[in-house]
């Protein structure tokens, strides 16, 4: 018996770990967190003007054709490493380091092929156009970004570029609290501002 009783000691505390811990304590979590930040414990979903779900606003998306070419009217997401790009199931980074060949060959490419579309000189391409996010799902750019798309999508919607730099002004979030991070623009949330308000001539 007594060889017998801590394994019967063992097992009646993993099942009781396993219910409480395992099935008590996120069910109850997941009830708080309806009640007090129902918005958020739904996955923070976006809806489009007809009340479609189309996103997250904690999760990138690409505006890209079936071939993969930028969507001239629409602002454009950072590069994805994230499975097939923003692949949620396949969360990552590409791991390389600052100085893989892979690495700064594909930064180059991107580099040139951003400045073709966006008209600017390579100089002028921020940081977070050509390098993908640790997660590879950042539903964010930075202003910086945003603002050399602008002339692109004001001609693909046929109005001046002051009215689509005013609507990334109005969609650029500041610093959390005022002084951590930088300033962050929504992809997701821009464009669907963009549709409401300069409707594609698409």
């Known amino acids: 018996?007594?060889?017998?009783?801590?394994?019967?000691?063992?097992?009646?505390?993993?099942?009781?770990?396993?219910?409480?811990?395992?099935?008590?304590?996120?069910?109850?979590?997941?009830?708080?967190?309806?009640?007090?930040?129902?918005?958020r414990s739904a996955g923070s979903l976006v809806e489009n003007a007809d009340g479609e779900v189309v996103g997250s606003r904690l999760i990138g998306q690409s505006f890209t054709d079936s071939d993969g070419a930028a969507l001239p009217d629409y602002v454009q997401s950072r590069p994805s490493a994230a499975g097939d790009s923003y692949d949620a199931s396949a969360s990552s980074g590409s791991n390389?380091?600052?100085?893989?060949?892979?690495?700064?060959?594909?930064?180059?490419?991107?580099?040139?092929?951003?400045?073709?579309?966006?008209?600017?000189?390579?100089?002028?391409?921020?940081?977070?156009?050509?390098?993908?996010?640790?997660?590879?799902?950042?539903?964010?750019?930075?202003?910086?970004?945003?603002?050399?798309?602008?002339?692109?999508?004001?001609?693909?919607?046929?109005?001046?570029?002051?009215?689509?730099?005013?609507v990334v002004e109005q969609h650029t979030d500041g610093r959390g609290l005022g002084f951590l991070g930088e300033p962050t623009v929504n992809v997701l949330e821009l464009n669907l501002a963009l549709d409401a308000e300069v409707p594609s001539r698409s």
């Not at 600052?98 to 690495?103: A, C, G, Q, R, T």
């Not at 040139?112 to 993908?132: K, R, S, Y």
């Open 1 to 39: 018996m007594s060889f017998v009783r801590p394994y019967a000691v063992a097992l009646r505390f993993t099942l009781l770990s396993t219910v409480v811990l395992g099935l008590g304590y996120p069910l109850v979590i997941t009830g708080v967190s309806a009640v007090i930040a129902p918005e």
């Open 96 to 166: 390389l380091g600052p100085e893989n060949p892979d690495l700064v060959a594909a930064i180059e490419e991107r580099r040139a092929a951003i400045a073709e579309l966006e008209g600017v000189a390579v100089e002028e391409i921020p940081a977070d156009a050509v390098t993908t996010s640790s997660s590879g799902l950042d539903p964010h750019i930075s202003p910086e970004y945003a603002a050399i798309q602008v002339e692109r999508v004001a001609e693909a919607r046929g109005v001046e570029p002051d009215v689509v730099r005013a």
